[in-house]
C-alpha cells in the first residue's frame, strides 16, 4: 500500500452524513508462474474495534480507480480503493483476500505506521511482448473470437469530462470477430494494455472525443464488432502491448506488440 487518503475527497454521488470515505493507493504485482488476479474487492481495512469494511460503490474524487483483471508474472497494476465509513471509525490495518477462499493478510499496520512496503518475496522481471512480434492490423484468434487492432490514437482528443492533470488519453480501435459455434461475448473491459515498466491498465470511465465505443454482448459465429476502447494513463507511461483477456477466469494474450508492431 503506497498511500492512504482519510477523509478522501468526496466524488460526484456525495456520502451519506455521518459517514466518511477512506481512500487507498495500492499496487499489486504478479509473482507467480500462473497468472493471478487482482480486484478491489479482494481489499478490507479493520477498524480498532475489529469491524472490517470491504469496498462499495462509494465515489471519491481519486483517479485511477484499482481495476479488475488478471496480472502474469512481473505485470503491475496500482490504483485507488475507496471505503465508505462512519466517521468515529479508526482504522488499524489494510486486509487483502486473494481470489475467493484466500485468507485475509495484513499488508499495511496503521498502529506501527508499517504501510509502503512490497509484500511479496521476489519482484520478478517484467515481462515483454512476445518474440514474434504482433503487428497493428494483426488478427489474433483468442478464445472463440479473432481480434484486431485498427489503430491507436495516442494521445487521444479529450471529451467532454475532461482529463486529470499530468494524465492523457489512449484510444484504441478494435475488431473483434466470433469465431466459436456456441457464439462468444465481447465487452471494453476485457482489453488491457501495459507499459515499459511492466504496468497494466484497463478502460475506465475516460471521455475521448471518439466514436463509437465499443459495446458489449453476444456475437454469434461470423458476426463482427468494432468500436473504440479508451484508456486514461499517466503522461509518462511508455505502452509496449495490448491485451485480451476474453471472460472473466482467461489469460491475458498480446494482440498487438506496440514497440515493433507500427
Known amino acids: 500500500m503506497n498511500e492512504i487518503v482519510d477523509p478522501a475527497p468526496v466524488g460526484i454521488f456525495g456520502v451519506s452524513e455521518g459517514r466518511r470515505l477512506v ?7 504478479g509473482t507467480g508462474a500462473d497468472s ?8 478490507a481495512v479493520q477498524d480498532v474495534e475489529g469491524y472490517v469494511y470491504t469496498p462499495d460503490l ?6 485511477p480507480l484499482f481495476g479488475s483483471g488478471e496480472l502474469a508474472s512481473g505485470q503491475i497494476v496500482r490504483g485507488w480503493v475507496v471505503f465508505e465509513l462512519p466517521e ?3 482504522l488499524i490495518a489494510v ?4 481470489g475467493v477462499f484466500g485468507a485475509r493478510t495484513t499488508i499495511a499496520d496503521f498502529t506501527g505506521g508499517h504501510s509502503g512496503n512490497l509484500v511479496s518475496q521476489t519482484t520478478p522481471p517484467v515481462p515483454t511482448p512476445p518474440s514474434s512480434p504482433v503487428n497493428i492490423g494483426t488478427m489474433v484468434e ?12 495516442d494521445p487521444a482528443p479529450v471529451g467532454i469530462f475532461g482529463v486529470s492533470e499530468g494524465r492523457r488519453l489512449v484510444a484504441l480501435d478494435i475488431t473483434q470477430v466470433g469465431t466459436s459455434a456456441d457464439g462468444d461475448s465481447y465487452n471494453p473491459l476485457y482489453f488491457a494494455v501495459q507499459d515499459v515498466e511492466g504496468y497494466v491498465y484497463t478502460p475506465d470511465l475516460a471521455s475521448a472525443d471518439v466514436a463509437p465505443l465499443f459495446g458489449s454482448g453476444e456475437l ?9 476502447v479508451v484508456f486514461e494513463l499517466p503522461e509518462s507511461a511508455e505502452l509496449i502491448a495490448v491485451l485480451v483477456e476474453p471472460g472473466v477466469f482467461g489469460a491475458r494474450t498480446t494482440i498487438a506488440d506496440l514497440v515493433q508492431g507500427e
Do not use: C
Open 23 to 29: 481512500a487507498l493507493d495500492v499496487t499489486q504485482v
Open 36 to 43: 493471478d488476479s487482482y480486484n478491489p474487492l479482494y481489499f
Open 58 to 63: 462509494a465515489s471519491a474524487d481519486v483517479a
Open 88 to 90: 468515529s471509525a479508526k
Open 95 to 98: 486486509l487483502v483476500e486473494p
Open 142 to 153: 483468442v478464445g472463440g473470437s479473432s481480434y484486431t487492432l485498427n489503430e491507436i490514437v
Open 220 to 228: 454469434a459465429s461470423g458476426q463482427t464488432v468494432r468500436g473504440w
